[in-house]
């Protein structure tokens, strides 16, 4: 079965601080994976997308990596600001046909001052 | 929001009554998708659309159907909405589904339906 965990489900951290989510996918044959910033009460954005070749990929303070033999992924996020409260959502696609995207269910992240 | 509007925002309604929910792009992308957020649950699929009036179902279409007579509008239909589709809507967009990054979903601000 296509899966995409992540954890922790939930994360408080101090203003400044950074912190780090996983996601662990079992979707097969891999085509991309992507992580979204879901802010309350609004659609998810994406911040980043990764295909196989990719082992890291930044987005100002964000870092995203993958390993796809292990087909886990994380999200670093440096010197957090109040605005990163908010849902990360991973999402990873497989490869043929329509729409063949499974999400995460997220990490809802918390920075506090 | 990427250009994308969904209305209404918020409804409220009545077990058994039908809902319309209308999702609005001004991007001119081919594919548009309907999806619902749970709890403990991923967005799931509810329906696509790869085209005018070319539609085809998602993981979690049952008690739902869409429509798309026009490239930007992709309406979905609660025929008798029941407690169990009290959920928060997206709607999303896309330019393509080739697996690479001009595939990205751009998402609509989300509708909150409660069925009572």
């Known amino acids: 079965k296509n899966q995409v965990e992540q954890s922790p489900q939930s994360l408080i951290i101090l203003e400044g601080k950074n912190c780090t989510l996983q996601c662990n996918y079992t979707v097969s044959p891999f085509s991309n994976l992507r992580w979204y910033k879901q802010d309350t009460g609004r659609g998810p954005v994406s911040l980043t997308i990764m295909t196989f070749s990719e082992n890291t990929k930044s987005n100002g303070r964000y870092t995203a990596t993958l390993d796809a033999d292990t087909k886990q992924s994380s999200l670093h996020i440096t010197a957090s600001q109040l605005s990163d409260s908010a849902s990360y959502i991973c999402v990873v696609r497989r490869s043929g046909g329509y729409q063949k995207v499974t999400f995460g269910t997220g990490t809802k992240l918390q920075v506090i001052p | 929001d990427a250009g994308i509007t969904q209305s209404p925002r918020h409804k409220v309604t009545e077990t058994g009554t039908p809902v319309t929910l209308r999702c609005h792009q001004t991007e001119n992308h081919r594919y548009m998708y309907w999806y619902r957020q749970d709890p403990g649950h991923g967005l799931r699929l509810i329906h696509y659309?790869?085209?005018?009036?070319?539609?085809d179902k998602g993981e979690v279409s049952d008690g739902y159907s869409v429509s798309r007579s026009k490239t930007e509008d992709f309406l979905l239909t609660l025929e008798s909405a029941t407690s169990s589709q009290t959920s928060v809507y997206f709607c999303a967009i896309s330019e393509s589904e080739s697996g690479s990054s001009v595939d990205t979903q751009y998402f609509g601000p989300g509708t909150r339906l409660t069925v009572l």
């Open positions: 659309s790869y085209g005018v009036k070319d539609t």
